[in-house]
């Protein structure tokens, strides 16, 4: 894709998120990256999109007082918890150039009652985060999650160049962020919904070391977290892990997934009753049990619970994607593991 395009499909998606809402989807993602429940409680649901792959807050040693800006804030999930942090006396700014996340955060800031306390110091600010409109040695600290990846590499070094012009001198840069284990395969490169799922443009650790460096940054880390990645693609609606019936479990290093992993057997296979969600082709589909789409759902053609390969995903639900995802769903998605590919890491980095 050309950068333009890039730009375009994630607003698409983004737009789309932002009109989400599944509170129980969004608390099952945090907690599962990190955040605590006290944490969950001190934050509007409705900015809880179940967008983060980790928690920048966490790592950022935030302290009453301080500016803080975050790019790509989204509906503002990390400047609602950095706001309690530093405090009136303090700034939490948001930056988005996505009109509608904006628009759901500035509604749920002037919506706030007044037992949530101030609000006045929390701004959000439209912008590219590769070219932001805010003064230079504005901030203490700089925090972002899960959203540098979306940036086409061509123009990633221009958001930690960024980053250094609106820090202070000895500020400091807490970012989470999916980085590429091993370089990704072309098919998962061309893939446009694990591109906007912030998967297909996840650069490797030593990319981003490089581009911190060349910005000016020093005491440099970049850790796994060893977060379930999947955690997006198996979290139902409600909140549950119920798990994804066509996406084979993690297999070891250089080994075969099980078949048994999930519920569509191998084509030299005929379905068991006795195995994964899938019923073999006499019996239809229950409601009640498994993954699988109740009777009136379609396609049946295939005999088991996953569509045939004309058919497209519904975002509706059905056994390869729950109805809430941040990874829209794509038949490449039945075969891939993301924890094979991709990891959450936590980054940290000071202005020298």
Request: some cysteine; overall charge negative.
């Amino acid at each position: 894709m050309e950068t333009t395009e890039m730009y375009e499909k994630v607003r698409e998606h983004y737009s789309s998120a932002s009109r989400m809402t599944s509170v129980k989807y969004g608390e099952t993602v945090a907690k599962s990256f990190g955040y605590s429940a006290e944490e969950l409680a001190n934050i509007p649901q409705d900015a809880n999109l179940g967008l983060s792959c980790g928690n920048p807050v966490a790592i950022a040693s935030l302290k009453e007082g301080e500016t803080v800006i975050d790019l790509g804030s989204g509906a503002g999930f990390d400047v609602f918890l950095v706001a309690k942090k530093v405090g009136p006396s303090g700034r939490a700014i948001g930056v988005d150039m996505n009109d509608d996340m904006l628009a759901r955060a500035e509604r749920i800031k002037s919506t706030q009652p007044a037992s949530y306390g101030p609000t006045s110091h929390i701004s959000f600010v439209k912008s590219n985060i590769t070219s932001i409109d805010l003064p230079s040695e504005t901030a203490d600290c700089i925090i972002s999650n899960c959203v540098i990846n979306l940036v086409p590499d061509a123009e990633k070094p221009a958001v930690f160049r960024e980053m250094h012009r609106l820090l202070k001198p000895g500020g400091r840069v807490a970012v989470s962020d999916i980085l590429a284990k091993k370089p990704l395969s072309e098919e998962l490169k061309r893939d446009v919904a694990l591109y906007v799922g912030c998967v297909a443009g996840a650069s490797q650790v030593a990319e981003y070391e490089r581009w911190l460096g060349e910005a000016g940054f020093q005491d440099v880390m970049i850790v796994d977290t060893h977060a379930d990645l999947n955690v997006y693609l198996e979290t139902n609606e409600d909140g549950e892990r119920k798990g994804l019936c066509c996406m084979p479990a993690a297999a070891p290093p250089g080994s075969e997934p099980a078949a048994a992993a999930g519920c569509c057997p191998p084509k030299s296979e005929e379905p068991k009753a006795s195995g994964g969600c899938c019923p073999p082709k006499s019996e239809e589909p229950k409601a009640s049990g498994g993954c699988c789409p109740p009777k009136s759902a379609e396609p049946k053609a295939s005999g088991g619970c996953c569509p045939p390969k004309s058919a497209e995903p519904k975002a509706s639900g059905g056994c390869c994607a729950p109805t809430t995802t941040t990874i829209p769903a794509t038949p490449l998605l039945a075969t891939t593991d993301l924890n094979e590919w991709v990891a959450s890491y936590k980054i940290f980095a000071v202005k020298s």
